[in-house]
């Protein structure tokens, strides 16, 4: 199994309102990622967490909070986003200290910001 | 943030023909992923490669690991309608779990 799951699928937020995309994964992956990504260009890093603890941040603004509370589960949080924001938002995981070190991605939620 | 140089950047073609993409990069790398995405969904993994020189087959799909290994290549053998999509190669230097993306390309197949 290389399922990684994301919900919802599709969200529509105001400006003002605070939700929260869900990741899951049962690989025994130790290491989830968040990426942004925009139409027709490649996804872009936002977070990285290995061992359940942030390891990359790419200067990402803080109306956007990740957390991992345990090794299968990796949470977004949104809190008065942009319209700027809107985009699809896609997890991912891998193995760690592997040589074979593969990522799988989810199907990803599409925000958008009104 | 650092992306990988991937050509052509899109690309028609009709049913049957042969498709050829690469990646390169100025940075050597210890792994080499190549992804399809439709539209509205995540990558998906096609092939990956781990070994400078390394050919790797999955179906019709070819793709190699470049000696010098700052570049990978991909070939899909008599395309279908059902490749069209975005291609992109991912990389993975030694010691980060950090991959970086390439540009993509993007195929078009003419029935």
């Known amino acids: 199994d290389t399922e990684v799951t994301q919900t919802p699928k599709h969200l529509v937020m105001g400006m003002t309102n605070k939700k929260s995309l869900k990741c899951e994964q049962h690989?025994?992956?130790?290491?989830m990622y968040w990426y942004k990504q925009k139409a027709k260009k490649p996804p872009e890093l936002m977070f990285v967490?290995?061992?359940?603890?942030?390891?990359i941040n790419e200067s990402v603004p803080s109306r956007f909070s990740p957390e991992c509370p345990n090794s299968s589960l990796l949470n977004l949080h949104l809190h008065a986003l942009q319209p700027e924001d809107s985009a699809l938002y896609l997890c991912?995981?891998?193995?760690?200290?592997?040589?074979?070190?593969?990522?799988?991605f989810g199907a990803g939620t599409r925000l958008s910001v009104l | 943030g650092q992306q990988l140089n991937q050509s052509p950047q899109s690309m028609f073609i009709q049913e049957g023909e042969d498709v050829s993409m690469n990646c390169t990069s100025s940075?050597?790398?210890?792994?080499w992923l190549w992804y399809k995405q439709d539209p509205g969904e995540g990558p998906v993994l096609l092939i990956a490669?781990?070994?400078?020189?390394e050919l790797t087959s999955n179906g019709r799909l070819t793709a190699q690991f470049g000696i010098t290994r700052k570049d990978s290549f991909l070939n899909i053998s008599a395309s279908i309608p059902s490749d069209v999509g975005i291609y992109f190669c991912?990389?993975?230097?030694?010691?980060?779990?950090?991959?970086?993306f390439g540009t993509g390309t993007r195929l078009k197949v003419l029935a």
């Open positions: 991912a995981s891998s193995q760690l200290g592997l040589a074979k070190n593969i990522q799988y």
């Open positions: 690989m025994g992956h130790r290491a």
């Open positions: 967490y290995s061992y359940e603890k942030l390891s």
């Open positions: 940075s050597i790398f210890n792994t």
């Open positions: 490669l781990y070994k400078a020189g």
């Open positions: 991912a990389g993975l230097a030694s010691g980060t779990y950090k991959y970086i």
